[in-house]
């Protein structure tokens, strides 16, 4: 097996073991290039039946690109898509003027926590990566959240040699991290291989792409002439800035991010 | 050619150093984003502070402001030969199952230990659990020359007490390397202030260790995760945990002992799959309708076969608040096996920093210490020598649904 391999089959053992032990799992689809590897991968570890919901979770803030898509790729891959909004918020005009913590709290958060009680999830598959930011390096494959979704990250389960916490007491559920393992690199160079859609904003237009993608008017693209997978997979071999520069939940502060964690942002 | 990857971890007592080597690796091989060392600069500033490598690693708030690691963390950076994952373990005795939980996932260690204080509780127990781990391509790396005046004197006296105390678990160290990581002496480049050292810098000598070897050759082990039926079609997934799986292969189901042969190997979009290799996560389908399940494993007939046992010995690192007693029933997982399991007796509970037997035959084991364990079972088990497939050879206990402690198993003919 090469290191793509090997690689892939970690993450199909994890979603195997997790929809074994979990029936009452979905996986969230942000439709960007991470999660879309991971729906990718659920459909490889079950043959092309997913067993489970894919739960897109939206703001109402973001790109066209991103509904459409969604919408294209749920309908081919025959997938259950639930879409999870926080349809007051949004009535109330909830939005990034109002603050960015507040406008992730409210439209992502919030809107997952109702998703989640609707249908009575147990746990979540989710994509993040352990390199796309210092927080995220210090995340299991298998992570309890409590009711209130926050993340003791004080006081985490062990975990060896494949073996994961694999039930939960009470009120709490599990995130799943398939995907953890990976580096950003990886993943272009698997979509490259595997041959995985991804939305167009990725590929430069007029010497502007968007390395990582999400609400509107919260994205910014970086200056970049990569406009295929060829040419990104170059772009990230060589620059030396990373990922979520263009994130602005990212740069309000050193700690946002882990403030948005603990309350159980994904 | 796709490049190379390497899984290291660092590991050694609390303030030897761990972080701080770790972003002198970064900084030196340029693997560090501009805007993470404004961060980083900014951090140190906030906090009234000159600017401290470490800091690249210890992402939490708390992490920073108390100068601790408290959870194992993961990045990565380059070399000319390859790339590295580096995993930073918490050295603070509070936190050794975090320490565990990034030591289990790593191919190499560096041991690091501080020139000015030597061997420390958390070096031993640390060392114990990478012997444990079966780690063997190590470097002990003695930090912080720069505080003992570059003195090779202190190296060698430093040297000489860490190799004692790793002989007595089974390490013989590759590399045993003076550096200060705060000033760069012999991490990424050979210190003019160390003359009478003549080996390889840290980076030098990571370069030299070998990716863990594959078990394609091994006999076959397939462990069965889950039955699948798609579209009418019974598909039976699971790991190739050693061995390389054949379309074809006569194959024997523990622990029901029926046989079969393997029909198809079932890859999503990919047609007539002949073989999957050690490691692959992949399907089969059988010509005969058995009785397969979670937890099974399937052999080939003809090679070495598993074995069965109703108890095990084994050694286990304990490390949970609520200790392990004789008599009481836990979760055994090994592999995709899941069963309930004895503690039938604790015959030695051993401190695992200073590996002393504090009992024999005891009644409980606490946490933070190692115990030489006997464990049954009322239905059979199926284990293998950890050498030949550490998958098999080597377990987790589960008590009120955590993971407690990590064993390996020592005797198999009971």
């Not at chain 2, 392990?324 to 309930?340: D, I, Y």
């Not at chain 2, 401190?351 to 009992?359: A, F, P």
Request: aromatic share 8%; glycine share 6%.
């Amino acid at each position: 097996m090469d290191y793509l391999d090997e690689l892939e089959s970690k993450s199909i053992y994890i979603i195997r073991e997790a929809y074994k032990q979990f029936k009452d799992i979905a996986a969230l689809w942000s439709i960007g290039k991470d999660s879309t590897t991971l729906v990718w991968l659920i459909r490889k570890a079950f043959y092309g039946k997913v067993p489970f919901p894919v739960v897109h979770i939206d703001t109402s803030y973001k790109f066209e690109e991103i509904y459409e898509f969604r919408d294209k790729w749920a309908k081919k891959w025959n997938l259950k898509l639930i879409v999870g909004r926080n349809e007051e918020a949004i009535k109330a005009g909830m939005g990034p003027h109002m603050g960015k913590l507040q406008c992730c709290t409210a439209l992502k958060t919030e809107a997952l926590k109702m998703t989640i009680d609707k249908y009575g999830f147990k746990a979540l598959l989710l994509g993040i990566r352990r390199d796309e930011h210092g927080i995220r390096a210090k995340e299991r494959y298998f992570s309890p959240r409590n009711r209130e979704f926050q993340w003791n990250y004080k006081d985490q389960p062990p975990e060896l040699w494949d073996q994961y916490k694999s039930k939960q007491e009470g009120e709490e559920h599990i995130r799943v991290h398939p995907l953890l393992h990976w580096t950003e690199l990886d993943i272009w160079q698997y979509i490259k291989r595997e041959n995985i859609p991804v939305v167009e904003l990725y590929f430069a237009k007029n010497g502007k792409r968007y390395r990582s993608i999400g609400c509107k008017p919260c994205c910014s693209p970086i200056p970049s002439d990569a406009d295929t997978i060829d040419k990104i997979i170059e772009e990230l071999k060589t620059t030396n800035i990373s990922e979520r520069a263009g994130r602005a939940q990212d740069k309000e502060r050193a700690y946002m991010m882990q403030k948005l964690r603990a309350l159980g942002y994904m | 050619m796709e490049r190379e990857h390497l899984k290291l971890v660092i590991v050694g007592h609390v303030d030897h150093g761990k972080s701080t080597l770790i972003g002198r690796l970064f900084f030196d091989t340029d693997s560090l984003p501009k805007e993470k060392i404004e961060e980083v600069k900014q951090i140190c500033e906030a906090l009234g502070k000159e600017l401290e490598f470490a800091y690249v690693m210890d992402h939490l708030e708390e992490e920073r402001s108390q100068g601790i690691t408290i959870d194992t963390a993961q990045t990565f950076f380059k070399t000319e030969k390859r790339d590295y994952v580096i995993i930073d373990a918490p050295g603070h005795r509070e936190f050794t199952k975090n320490m565990i939980t990034g030591a289990s996932q790593a191919e190499a260690a560096i041991l690091i230990v501080d020139a000015s204080e030597g061997v420390r509780e958390q070096t031993r127990r640390h060392a114990y659990i990478l012997g444990m781990l079966g780690l063997k391509q190590v470097i002990v790396a003695v930090n912080k020359m720069d505080l003992v005046d570059y003195s090779e004197n202190v190296f060698n006296e430093v040297s000489k007490q860490t190799t004692d105390f790793l002989e007595r678990i089974g390490i013989a160290p590759t590399y045993i390397i003076p550096i200060s990581a705060k000033e760069g002496d012999n991490v990424a480049k050979a210190s003019d202030r160390m003359k009478w050292y003549t080996g390889p810098t840290i980076l030098q000598a990571l370069d030299t260790f070998k990716k863990t070897e594959k078990r394609d050759e091994n006999p076959l082990r397939f462990a069965v995760q889950d039955v699948y039926n798609i579209d009418g079609k019974r598909i039976i997934v699971g790991r190739v945990e050693a061995g390389t799986l054949r379309v074809g292969d006569n194959i024997i189901v523990l622990p029901t002992g029926e046989e079969t042969t393997v029909e198809t190997i079932e890859e999503f979009l990919k047609e007539d799959v002949k073989e999957a290799p050690s490691g692959k996560s992949t399907g089969i389908t059988v010509a005969d309708k058995l009785f397969i399940d979670r937890g099974h494993i399937l052999y080939r007939k003809g090679e070495k076969a598993p074995h069965l046992l109703k108890e095990i010995k084994g050694n286990i690192f304990w490390m949970s608040k609520e200790p392990l007693v004789v008599g009481e029933k836990v979760v055994f997982k090994c592999s995709t096996q899941e069963l309930p399991c004895t503690v039938k007796a604790i015959e030695k509970r051993i401190d695992s920093s200073t590996l002393e037997i504090i009992e024999e035959n005891a009644e409980k084991l606490e946490n933070r210490e190692v115990g030489e364990v006997v464990l049954s079972f009322s239905t059979e088990v199926i284990v293998d020598d950890f050498n030949s497939t550490p998958d098999l050879g080597r377990f987790v206990i589960e008590k009120n649904y955590n993971i407690s402690g990590g064993g390996i198993i020592t005797h198999l003919e009971r």
